[in-house]
């Protein structure tokens, strides 16, 4: 049976069909868990189905991954490296139509679909290089006759449960490192994008296959929650990488940390722009019109809150409300869209209930604050001006929704910026160096990401991505990130015929 629509034929050519096994186990795609039709948010028809794994699959899947795990680790970390350089060639080679699919499964728009893909080959890239990097320390013993070394050995298996906002991107982040680290993957990905998953997961195992190197060094899984749990609770997975909601976040945490487990938390986002009276204001208004509106609002680092100087604001506001009016709205495959439909019906449902939150808590509806009437699950982007006291500023609502609100020092401006639950990213637009340093130091924005006269979004590869507080405090990609997947041992090694002790210990 072929595709319902013509438009969605291009499938086919990244090993899609209309129905699809939703794991990949021990070299073999199976499914024996319940079959699900996964939809195109723009209007909520049905694309295609996937058959989800069970618990059955899980375990065997587990299985061989362990056994796979043996051979992997014994692979020169170059060699590893060489296997994630060709998984970026096989990505680069299906560049259009895996970036295609992301609009369309997950309804970011193409231009975002196509950039996220480009992530994933970039991170193949970086991984490449550090494939030969990746580099211990030799530490003077105080002891004569005596070396002291670190070194970094894998830790076997790395899990990693991915969200629907970024489908495959958060797992380039974490994968094409865990690989080179000489490390499995498992991955988990998100339940309303089955077939980025396996499509992903498809071009990966032809690589693997092509090497002869068992399949099982990359498991993935389609599936809910059950899937979810069991990867946390398995002792076989020595790191969960987990992407998703604070409250989530901290069950995943919990649950690793109960078997002494390493978790890597990225969670929620509450981001803020801080626009002082030095700024560039059309540059500004340009960042935040990409960093409040991209991706529909659902970025972990879209920017949900707008400070502006008192002297300025109103200039502000207003070029701010002209660039909205020219926001194209619609079809996230169509040239020109700014902005496509949030991800599901109910994410639709939660923009709704939180504008009616946001009016009983005093904010002024400055633009949007309604939904569009169509098939799709589509919202208005919205500016809402607000109180920085108001509680629903320090919650994330997943949507295009932008508060406003004015200051008068930086220092209370910084204040502002650092009084919500969380800690991801955030920018500030200024010219003045007292500023920015200011703002990058000790008493500055308290997040994992500090930009200056940028977005707060649109990170690149090259710096580890993460944040503070309740985003969880995980760091992923660029920097040191690669540690986090390796285990580290201090060595020390006598070669002389002494038993010198450390300290100027006598003993016996």
């Known amino acids: 049976m072929g595709f319902s629509r013509k438009d969605y034929e291009f499938l086919s050519e990244i090993g899609l069909g209309s129905s699809n096994l939703g794991c990949f186990v021990n070299g073999s795609w199976k499914g024996s868990g319940p079959t699900i039709s ?28 362990s056994e796979a795990a043996k051979i992997w680790m014994q692979v020169p970390a170059p060699k590893r490296g060489d296997i994630v350089r060709q998984i970026g060639d096989a990505l680069r080679s299906k560049l259009l139509q895996l970036g295609r699919l992301v609009s ?8 975002e679909g196509i950039g996220e893909v480009q992530e994933i080959i970039d991170m193949c890239d970086f991984s490449v290089g550090l494939s030969r990097q990746l580099n211990g320390s030799v530490i003077p013993s105080e002891r004569p006759n005596h070396m002291m070394l670190e070194m970094w050995n894998p830790l076997g298996i790395v899990g990693v449960i991915t969200a629907f906002n970024f489908p495959c991107a958060v797992l380039g982040w974490n994968a094409c490192i865990a690989l080179v680290c000489g490390n499995c993957v498992v991955w988990k990905g998100a339940p309303t994008t089955p077939l980025i998953t396996i499509a992903m997961t498809k071009l990966v195992a032809g690589v693997l296959e092509k090497n002869n190197l068992p399949s099982a060094i990359f498991t993935s899984f389609c599936g809910g929650a059950e899937i979810g749990e069991a990867i946390a609770k398995d002792r076989r997975i020595h790191l969960v990488s987990f992407t998703g909601s604070s409250k989530v976040g901290l069950k995943v945490q919990q649950t690793v940390n109960e ?29 935040v019109l990409f960093a409040a509106v991209g991706t529909a609002g659902q970025r972990c680092t ?4 707008l400070l502006v100087h008192e002297n300025i604001y109103q200039a502000v506001v207003d070029q701010l409300l002209d660039v909205y009016k020219q926001v194209k709205i619609g ?8 902005l496509g439909p949030l991800h599901t019906p109910t994410s639709k449902k939660n923009f709704e209930k939180g504008i009616e939150i946001i009016k009983s808590q005093g904010g002024k509806i400055l ?36 508060y406003v609100m004015k200051f008068k020092t930086l220092k209370e401006a910084i204040e502002i910026n650092n009084s919500v ?38 990170a690149e590869i090259g710096g580890a991505f993460g944040g503070e507080k309740a985003t969880g405090g995980g760091r992923e990609a660029g920097s040191d990130s690669w540690k986090q997947y390796m285990r580290r041992s201090t060595c020390t090694i006598n070669y002389g015929n002494e ?8 003993f016996g």
């Open 259 to 287: 078997r002494f487990g390493k978790c890597l938390l990225e969670l929620s986002g509450n981001n803020a722009i801080i626009v002082m009276d030095d700024a560039d204001i059309p540059l500004a208004v340009r960042s």
């Open 38 to 65: 996964t939809v195109n948010p723009a209007n909520n028809q049905k694309i295609a189905e996937v058959i989800e794994g069970s618990i059955q699959d899980y375990e065997e899947g587990m299985q061989a991954c």
């Open 302 to 305: 879209t920017c949900r809150r």
């Open 331 to 338: 079809d996230p495959l169509e040239k020109g869209t700014l």
């Open 499 to 506: 038993l010198p002790l450390a300290q100027g210990i006598n």
């Open 367 to 402: 633009t949007g604050g309604g939904i569009i009437e169509s098939e799709g699950n589509f919202v208005q982007p919205t500016i809402v001006e607000i109180s920085p006291n108001a509680d629903v500023v320090k919650e994330e609502l997943f949507a295009p929704v932008l």
């Open 421 to 458: 639950p969380q800690g991801l990213s955030s920018s500030i637009f200024t010219r003045k160096p007292e500023y920015i340093f200011k703002w990058i130091g000790p008493q500055g924005s308290d997040t994992g990401i500090v930009n200056v006269n940028i977005p707060t979004n649109g």
């Open 104 to 111: 369309l499964e997950m309804g970011k728009i193409l231009p």
